[in-house]
């Protein structure tokens, strides 16, 4: 007879590592940590000067074409034609085109007038008259060759503009409030903490390779034109009893397909000191941010699984070597500030919140609006966190005349709530991650509205977004609208939408309510919309916002 066997114990099964560089995991994991590692993305702007834009598109390296170039601003962008079925299963070199998306970067959206005609100079001479106003204060250019990008840096650096990560895994724009210095009920200007963070730390090798895009908001606006809840990173104005104006730090916000909320560390922050604090962020995330998948490569993820004590911790601890100071969190608004419209300035003179319908303009449009800040002594052109734009210093007794100038061009001070409500992301037109188009779906949205449901008296944001990605912030938005493909009455694949509903920021942030199978086309969109619309107005209680009044609706009213 045999002997019986003892079954040996089994070994517990050792943790996977998340690619945190602090804990040892150095070699890449995924194809964009490879490229990384082979060589540091902002070298390939000596490659594109010097070897490209002279032997052309044909000739990039992909490395460099599908990884690299984003760390300059450029994106290849969709080739025309591809419809939205075909955007998953293409291969990269059938989908993309021989022309780029590029981004300017405008840090704390601040432009002067030559600064803008450079911008506007670039769309109509390189850019076919493309240009859109981005949710990130940036403006983005279509139609770009890679041939005309030296040329394109020299005039933006003429300016004291650049593209320099504007997109990439690392620091993004830093959004700032439009009103930054001259708005009366501002706790603390952010204008000079924007510019030494830009200055010292934006190419700078040593924070060029993050897990994922780093992005920025600070604002000491009360009413969060910023969006902090949303952001990686977020310095929001705050008045502390002893200390007086400063800074609140927030940590792990954002949307795509796992949006979470930033939360507070629970510190307060001096001007002097926000910058190098910025800085400590940016490395813990560098080195213990994950990056086995991309998936789950944002900070977000890593403050979620270690929690903001730790975090505080690891901050002062290792990359600090100092306690912070404790600090008390900021009064909440109701809502996001987005300027809109005509508001005095603490010095006497007014700014003017301008709504282009969902973003778009061109070059000739943002030359025109050179030429009427001109026109009325102004220097300074602001872009939003909204899609929106700022005109400042504009006297009393010019008012209503620029107001009217500007709305001769399209960009309108006193807009409906349709128009100045409703945002879109670049969609199907230019971009490869799209499924449906989306800022003419946005325009068309506008128009119907604006004739069906012109009394309307309360905000409701309307976001439209192409792909599951958020870049339009649909989860926070009232209506969120993501673009996929769905089935019509016939049984045809059409464009469409998943619907979020009630989403928002602010001082009752959450996100968005979805209805269970759920969908409505793109022709079912307006019919929607007003239905939606017009039983809220119905039903809504006293001062009940949008957000609230979904919150407690049967789920057949919402459909």
Not at 14 to 35: D, F, M, S, V
Not at 205 to 234: C, M
Not at 306 to 333: H, I, M, S
Not at 417 to 428: F, L, P, S, V, Y
């Amino acid at each position: 007879m045999a002997p019986t066997e003892t079954a040996r114990p089994r070994r517990p099964r050792q943790k996977r590592g998340e690619g945190q560089w602090a804990l040892g995991y150095r070699e890449p994991l995924t194809p964009n940590e490879q490229i990384k590692k082979d060589d540091n993305p902002l070298n390939v702007r000596a490659r594109i000067e010097n070897v490209y834009a002279h032997r052309g598109f044909d000739f990039i390296d992909k490395a460099d074409l599908r990884g690299r170039f984003r760390w300059w601003g450029l994106y290849t962008q969709r080739k025309p034609g591809i419809d939205g079925g075909k955007t998953a299963t293409l291969e990269p070199e059938d989908l993309e085109d021989s022309y780029f998306m590029l981004r300017v970067r405008i840090d704390g959206g601040q432009l002067n007038v030559e600064q803008l005609r450079t911008i506007a100079g670039i769309s109509t001479e390189f850019g076919r008259d493309t240009a859109d106003m981005t949710d990130r204060q940036n403006v983005q250019l279509h139609w770009i060759r890679v041939e005309d990008m030296p040329e394109i840096w020299r005039r933006l650096e003429a300016v004291g503009l650049h593209t320099q990560e504007a997109c990439g895994d690392c620091p993004r724009i830093i959004l700032g409030s439009p009103v930054a210095g001259i708005a009366a009920n501002e706790i603390i200007d952010g204008t000079d903490v924007i510019r030494e963070i830009e200055s010292t730390y934006i190419g700078d090798p040593e924070l060029s390779n993050l897990p994922r895009k780093f992005k920025t908001a600070i604002s000491g606006n009360p009413d969060h034109d910023t969006v902090p809840q949303i952001n990686d990173i977020a310095l929001v104005g705050v008045e502390h009893p002893e200390h007086g104006p400063g800074w609140d730090l927030w940590v792990g916000g954002g949307l795509a397909t796992n949006p979470m909320l930033a939360q507070r560390l629970g510190v307060w922050l001096s001007s002097a000191e926000a910058p190098e604090v910025w800085a400590g962020v940016c490395k813990v995330f560098r080195d213990y941010g994950y990056r086995r998948l991309r998936t789950r490569a944002r900070i977000k993820f890593l403050i979620a699984d270690w929690g903001v004590e730790k975090f505080r911790q690891v901050l002062e601890d290792e990359y600090l070597g100092r306690k912070l100071t404790d600090g008390p969190a900021p009064a909440l608004p109701q809502r996001p500030g987005d300027h809109i419209g005509v508001h005095p300035q603490k010095d006497g003179k007014f700014y003017l919140g301008l709504a282009p319908a969902v973003g778009r303009v061109s070059g000739t449009i943002l030359g025109r609006l050179a030429d009427i800040a001109e026109k009325y002594g102004s220097d300074r052109i602001r872009t939003t966190a909204h899609q929106k734009l700022v005109l400042l210093d504009i006297a009393e007794t010019d008012v209503e005349s620029a107001v009217a100038d500007l709305d001769a061009i399209g960009l309108k001070a006193r807009p409906s709530a349709w128009r100045r409500n409703t945002m879109a992301c670049t969609g199907i037109e230019y971009c490869k991650l799209a499924i449906i188009e989306t800022k003419q779906r946005g325009l068309d949205l506008i128009s119907e509205m604006e004739q069906r449901v012109p009394e309307l008296d309360a905000p409701i944001t309307v976001n439209i977004n192409g792909c599951p990605n958020s870049c339009a912030r649909i989860q926070v938005a009232d209506i969120g609208l993501k673009g996929q493909l769905v089935l019509n009455d016939q049984g045809e694949q059409v464009e469409g939408f998943q619907v979020h509903l009630g989403g928002a920021l602010g001082l009752e942030a959450g996100f968005g309510r979805k209805l269970r199978a759920h969908k409505v086309t793109g022709e079912q969109l307006a019919d929607y919309v007003e239905r939606l619309t017009r039983s809220y107005l119905d039903q809504r209680e006293n001062d009940e916002t949008f957000a609230q009044w979904v919150a407690r609706a049967d789920e057949e009213a919402l459909r």
